[in-house]
Each structure stands twice: as structure tokens, then as C-alpha cells.
């Protein structure tokens, strides 16, 4: 069955550095979505994105945080100054429309993110 | 704006016991709502998912949810609880079924089973 899958599985960075988290989202899928869940916390909408353009933000995902597709398989979230606060597993999601729209978004294993 | 609430963020039930978890929501429009169960270490993997072309809704793993918008509820619940149910269940609304559509999650409820 295809599945989302993200790389790395956990990345240790220090404050102020830069990370790129990727994302392969499932082939025939045309939404790709970013997620995030600090320990012990909801997981909450960062992203989707949907032909070559964000549809929606929130509002953690300010001018730090970037999103592109690079090419016709890789999905990635770059946050470019990294904060001790953007410690957090982050989720890759993406999603089709079926034939009456029923979408289900599908989401990868995450990527633990910690900033030291 | 969407919200789901969870009530309860740890339930424990004995092997073989119901399982009932609880999610209310809030919507301005007509929602449409989903379990996912998260497993220690893993990601998260869609239960079952309302749509409105049923109101009891049947998923993997024996798991069931009925919408019921009196109750502005969606629970979910099991029969019998196995061992393997321990994991964290997350309810989540979104405000159509169309694509492109953030989902708004629920702080999560934590379920343990006993032996």
C-alpha cells in the first residue's frame, strides 16, 4: 500500500541553524500538508499546498518557514533560523479528491526535530 | 472556526472491556470528522472518518464513531478492547471534504488497556 514517507526520521540541530525536512507524499496525491505536535501537544496545522502555491497558512508559520516542492516527488519544510520552540515532531500529509471528494489525508511517520 | 474537544486526555480499560472515547465539535458548517490513532513512535493512521453519508461510521480494528449533531458528538468506541488498542486516539474536524482542507485536532486521549 503507498504510504508517506519522511526523512529524517530525527534531526538535532542547534539554535539558529538551518533545517530542511522532507516529505515523499504518496504519488497520485495532489495536497500536500505540514503538521507539527510539541511533546505532549495537539498536532497542529502549519501548511497545505496545493499547485506549486500555499492554499493556507496558520500562524506559526511565519517568515522563518518555507515550503517547496522541488520536484515531482519531494515535499519539504525549511525553517530557516531555528528557535528552541520549533522542537516538535513534524508530520507530512497528503490527499486526492475522489470522485465525490471524500479526501483522506494520509500522514507520514514524522520527523522529530529537536533544537539544542 | 472548527474545534474539537476530547474528554479525558488517559482512559483505562481491562482487556475485553468497551472502549468508549469521547470528541464533541464545533462548527459554524456542516463538519466532517475523523479518528486517528497514533501508536508510540509511529505516525498517524486514519481510524475511521464521517463524511455525512452515514452516521455510524465503521473503521479498522473493530472500531465504530456515530455523528450525532443533537449531541454535536462523534465518539468512538470498541466492543472489546485488546492489548493492542494501547495508543493515543486523536479526533479531528475539518470544515469539507474537498480537498485542501486543514485539519483541526483534538488534544488527544491517551488509552491503556489492562491485562
Known amino acids: 500500500e503507498p504510504e508517506v514517507t519522511q526523512t529524517p526520521s530525527h534531526q538535532v540541530t542547534q539554535m539558529g541553524q538551518e533545517v530542511i525536512l522532507r516529505c515523499v507524499p504518496i504519488?497520485?496525491?495532489?495536497?500536500f500538508y505540514w503538521y507539527r505536535q510539541i511533546l505532549g501537544q495537539k498536532v497542529e496545522f502549519l501548511v497545505s499546498?496545493?499547485?506549486?502555491?500555499?492554499?493556507?497558512k496558520s500562524e506559526i508559520f511565519d517568515d522563518q518557514f518555507s515550503v517547496e516542492r522541488p520536484d515531482g516527488s519531494n515535499f519539504t519544510l525549511k525553517i530557516r533560523s531555528t528557535k528552541l520552540e520549533d522542537s516538535a515532531m513534524y508530520f507530512c500529509?497528503?490527499?486526492?479528491?475522489?470522485?465525490?471528494?471524500?479526501?483522506?489525508?494520509?500522514f507520514g511517520p514524522g520527523t522529530r526535530l529537536t533544537v539544542l | 472556526a472548527q474545534s474539537v474537544t476530547q474528554l479525558g486526555s488517559h482512559v483505562s480499560v481491562s482487556e475485553g472491556a468497551l472502549v468508549l472515547l469521547r470528541c464533541n465539535y464545533s462548527?459554524?458548517?456542516?463538519?466532517?470528522l475523523f479518528w486517528y490513532v497514533q501508536y508510540p513512535n509511529q505516525g498517524l493512521q486514519l481510524l475511521l472518518k464521517y463524511t455525512s453519508a452515514a452516521t455510524l461510521v465503521k473503521g479498522i480494528n473493530g472500531f465504530e464513531a456515530e455523528f450525532k449533531k443533537s449531541e454535536t458528538s462523534f465518539h468512538l468506541t470498541k466492543p472489546s478492547a485488546h492489548m493492542s488498542d494501547a495508543a493515543e486516539y486523536f479526533c479531528a474536524v475539518t470544515k469539507s471534504n474537498f480537498g485542501n482542507e486543514k485539519l483541526t485536532f483534538g488534544t488527544g486521549t491517551r488509552l491503556t488497556i489492562i491485562p
Open positions: 499546498f496545493y499547485n506549486n502555491e500555499i492554499s493556507e
Open positions: 500529509a497528503s490527499s486526492k479528491p475522489d470522485r465525490v471528494g471524500r479526501d483522506t489525508q494520509y
Open positions: 504519488s497520485n496525491h495532489l495536497y
Open positions: 462548527s459554524s458548517v456542516p463538519p466532517y
